[in-house]
Each structure stands twice: as C-alpha cells, then as structure tokens.
C-alpha cells in the first residue's frame, strides 16, 4: 500500500485503507515522519539526564561554621544521653587550645567525642571523617516548636 502511495498509483484507494486502520495508519506516520521520533527521543534522553542528574546529586555540607550552627540548633531540643554540644568559643580555643566537640553515645554504653572540625552533613546524615571508611553518627532532624 506505500509503494504504490509513493509513486502515486491507486492513491485514493490506499488513502482509504489506511484510514480504516489503526495500525496501518500508525505505520505511515512512523515511517514518513522519522523526524518527530528523533526529537522525541532526543527529548526523551535530555529530560532522562536531567531528572537522573538531579537525584543524584548529594546535599553537602562541609563548612565548620555551618556545621557548628546547625549542631547549635540541635542541641537545643536534643536529649543530653543521646548527643550534647561542647561548644568553645574562638577565643577560648586560642588561649587553651580545645575546640567544639559533640558527645554520642556507643554501643558500649560509653560515650565517644568527636570534634566538630572534622564533621560534615550529607543528606540530612551527620558523618565524621576518618581515615579509611566515615563514622556515620545519625541523622539531623529538624523540629519546629510552636510558641506558647
């Protein structure tokens, strides 16, 4: 029915047919519009990458300023037995050399202390860097407290 469509023998006849037809007529409209399918695809693999490139992309951060605010925050509503904040002010840190640490507990039942210099937030996920693998120290939550 193309071939005799695209000479132009029994036009009338095959114009018919292929109206009747669902898939014949979707047959003709791919085979005489490839440029549609290459823009839908070529679409459909911009909109892929970008939707793909977005989730992968990781909340980071990594600035001990900004760290140190959000640990702030926490420690306001945070249970004492399950994190606390030592926080030391700049100038104290200068004159006898400590800096901010949190406390958590471990599976000993004791605590461990790490500094906050060498903490980062990834994701909602509070993490320590270490030298092989980082200790994951739990997740931040945010909580809002209405006034009374």
Known sequence: MLGSTLVGASGAGTVGIIG??????????????????IVAA???VTVGGLEAGCYFVDERITDETEVLEILRQVALTANEDYFKLFDVSSE????????????????????????????YIVNGE???RDWFFNTSLGN????????Q
């Open 20 to 37: 009747g037809s669902g898939f014949a007529a979707s047959v003709l409209a791919v085979l005489t519009a490839p440029i549609t399918l």
């Open 140 to 147: 931040i939550g945010a909580a809002v407290i209405s006034g």
């Open 42 to 44: 070529g679409t459909t």
């Open 92 to 119: 104290e840190a200068a004159e006898i050399g400590t800096v901010s640490r949190i406390r958590v507990p471990d599976e000993d039942g004791g605590y461990q202390f790490y500094d906050v210099e060498n903490l």
């Open 126 to 128: 509070l993490l320590n």
